[in-house]
């Protein structure tokens, strides 16, 4: 039998994954604090749910994408939140990417309502998000990752059960420093490319022909070859405003566990201490969010 599936978080990554969840027949309840992709949502044939309440009260299986640490809490344990309103046996898989600490608290209070959690974590992207090939990296009790795979499937290409809980997230941090890493890498090598007088199509050719360009690094490479003019554009900033924003938190929380772990990245921390320049943002840019 087929869980009845919840979701809560309807932005730039969870709008796309509840989409998919409707085109796979899943018939989700889904939930957004605005109202715009509330009505996106609606007109794609979704359930919607007037609060977060009523998606732990209906549904078996609930899959959270909400921005930062503060957003999950919110969701999991505030006031009309999932804790307080779902039945015992339900599974809550956080897509999310928070901190380790984060996770383990919450799944131990969740463990003491009678729920299973897990730490879903995802890398693939908007894009990866909108035609279902998502990586899915997910920390929980197996039973709890098999009664979410319905969900999961329908928006990724693999899942991975990468242990107990909070070992999804510490992979997903690991997954995030390597892909800064390489979009750095690929910041500075069309710099000294375009320094000695030749192009970023040239780059490009040359580094995907010899295995060293991977398909996000392409993708990167796309974004530093639009005019001035266009990386200028309001709507532009606000989106490169936006990656600065994921990847400060992000780098900042890779960072955070390897301090924790008396480990040291150098070349992660310079890469966090310039997401702004990697993703140009113009002055006007740089204080900009979305």
Not at 3 to 12: A, E, N, S, T, Y
Not at 151 to 170: D, I
Request: proline share 4%.
């Amino acid at each position: 039998m087929t869980p009845r599936i919840g979701f809560v978080g309807l932005g730039k990554m969870g709008l796309p994954m509840a989409q998919r969840l409707v085109d796979a027949g899943l018939d989700p309840l889904v939930y957004d604090v605005a109202e715009p992709p509330r009505l996106v949502m609606k007109q794609q044939g979704a359930r919607i749910a007037a609060a977060i309440r009523m998606v732990g009260e209906q549904c078996d299986v609930i899959g959270v994408c909400v921005p930062a640490d503060q957003h999950v809490r919110t969701v999991c344990e505030g006031a009309g939140g999932l804790f307080a309103a779902a039945r015992p046996g339900t599974v809550i898989a956080i897509h999310s990417t928070v901190r380790p600490a984060t996770i383990v608290e919450l799944g131990r209070s969740a463990a003491g309502h009678g729920f299973g959690f897990l730490d879903a974590c995802v890398s693939g992207g908007e894009a990866g998000a909108a035609d279902g090939t998502l990586v899915y990296m997910v920390g929980g009790a197996a039973e709890d990752v098999e009664r979410c795979r319905p969900m999961l499937e329908a928006t990724g290409k693999l899942v991975v059960h990468t242990g107990e809980l909070g070992t999804g997230t510490r992979m997903k941090l690991c997954n995030n420093a390597m892909t800064y890493v390489t979009l750095r890498a690929a910041f500075e090598a069309c710099r000294l490319a375009q320094g000695a007088g030749l192009s970023i199509a040239l780059v490009e050719e040359i580094t995907q022909a010899s295995g060293v360009l991977s398909d996000r690094m392409r993708s990167y490479l796309g974004s530093l070859k639009l005019p001035p003019e266009v990386v200028a554009m309001e709507a532009v900033q606000a989106r490169l405003a936006h990656y600065v924003t994921v990847a400060d938190k992000d780098l900042e929380i890779a960072l955070e566990l390897a301090r924790d772990l008396g480990i040291d990245l150098p070349v992660t921390r310079s890469c966090a201490e310039g997401t702004a320049e990697l993703y140009r943002q113009t002055p006007a840019g740089q204080g900009s969010s979305s």
